[in-house]
């Protein structure tokens, strides 16, 4: 039994969501190694090298694999396959883009986003938007499996030596092309990876009043979050979305405002450790899930809470 983990990283370094991984595979109780892909990221190998438990690094440098492309990758990862029990990838959009192409191509079933090990065999797996949590088994040789990163603690980045083994083989599938990425600007911290958000709902009313919830984030150096309500009402970007269709996060607090709370967004947000509701009305579905809860009209409560901050 031994394991291998798609890393997931910009060339640089590692995302925070590859330790998350990390944790994951160490529980299969296996021998874990790495696998970094990529251009120009042997500095990303060394780094992935450095983390505790693990036992070898691949690393894969070609132009073909800088971007992530899953139709090159997924050849180099079936390269490796044969010798591994265990396939794993952060349930990210690469991961989620990746396994799937993997676990078809090996003719097993993909185990996805899992939150918690129950032995190499058994995971445990939300269903019906996070209402409620299933223990799967998978009979399959390989395991191919994505991991829900809000779930596991990250790996400690260093104390490990592990070897790094280059990877000549080139895999360019001729059927996919990077054409550009276009970034939102931001001096906030990543949705995903923020101690804080602050997330507003339709509630908020219309764009303008998201400026309040952004003077606020300012002083709390939180990130901006949003449900899809106010995403399609365009109040903002898409890519702020949180829930069962949008990013699942687990920040240290969690404020929302002038949101509901309906299942899909708090699917998005249960993990957090402190959850803030603050809705004029009494009976919304949120305060069944917020630690503190806020009866009153934001227009006055957000100007407010600036103030007092
Ligand atoms: P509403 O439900 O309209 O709630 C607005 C709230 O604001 C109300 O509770 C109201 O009391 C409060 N409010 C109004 N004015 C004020 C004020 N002045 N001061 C204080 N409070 C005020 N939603 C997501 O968020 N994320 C997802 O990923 C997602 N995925 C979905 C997937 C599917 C398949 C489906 C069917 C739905 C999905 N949804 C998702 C939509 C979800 O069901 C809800 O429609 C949405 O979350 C509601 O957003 P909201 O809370 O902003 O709006």
């Not at 990303?44 to 691949?58: C, D, H, L, P, S």
């Not at 579905?285 to 009866?295: C, E, H, R, S, T």
Request: with cysteine; proline share 4%.
């Amino acid at each position: 039994m031994a394991t291998l983990l798609i890393c997931e990283h910009d060339n640089q370094s590692l995302k925070a969501a590859t330790y998350a991984a990390v944790t994951a595979a160490l529980a299969l109780g296996a021998e874990v190694d790495l696998l970094v892909a990529g251009e120009g990221c042997a500095a990303v190998a060394t780094q992935a090298a450095q983390i505790a438990g693990v036992r070898k690094v691949y690393l894969a440098e070609a132009a073909a694999y800088a971007q992530g492309l899953a139709e090159n990758l997924t050849p180099l990862v079936l390269d490796l396959a044969t010798d591994y029990s265990h396939l794993l990838a952060p349930a990210t959009t690469q991961g989620k883009n990746l396994m799937p192409r993997v676990a078809a191509l090996l003719d097993v079933g993909q185990v996805s986003e899992i939150v918690a090990i129950e032995s190499p065999t058994q995971f445990v797996r939300p269903v019906y938007a996070g209402n409620a949590l299933a223990s799967v088994e998978s009979l399959d040789p390989v395991k191919v499996i994505t991991v829900r990163t809000t779930a596991f603690d990250a790996a400690p980045a260093s104390g490990g030596n592990a070897e790094v083994a280059s990877l000549t083989q080139v895999h360019d599938a001729g059927i996919s092309r990077f054409v550009k990425e276009e970034r939102a600007q931001s001096d906030r911290p990543e949705l995903t990876a923020a101690r804080v958000v602050l997330a507003g709902g339709r509630g908020m009313g219309n764009k303008e009043h998201f400026a309040l919830l952004e003077a606020l984030a300012d002083k709390l150096g939180a990130a901006i979050g949003a449900t899809r309500a106010a995403v399609d009402a365009g109040f903002v970007a898409n890519d702020t979305q949180i829930g069962q269709t949008g990013k699942i996060i687990a920040p240290e607090l969690y404020i929302g405002v002038g949101i509901s709370g309906a299942i899909q967004h708090v699917a998005g947000i249960k993990d957090s450790k402190v959850i803030v509701a603050i809705n004029k009305d009494e009976d919304a579905p949120i305060f069944q899930v917020a630690d503190y809860g806020l009866v009153a009209d934001l227009n006055e409560a957000l100007p407010e809470l600036a103030k007092a901050l």
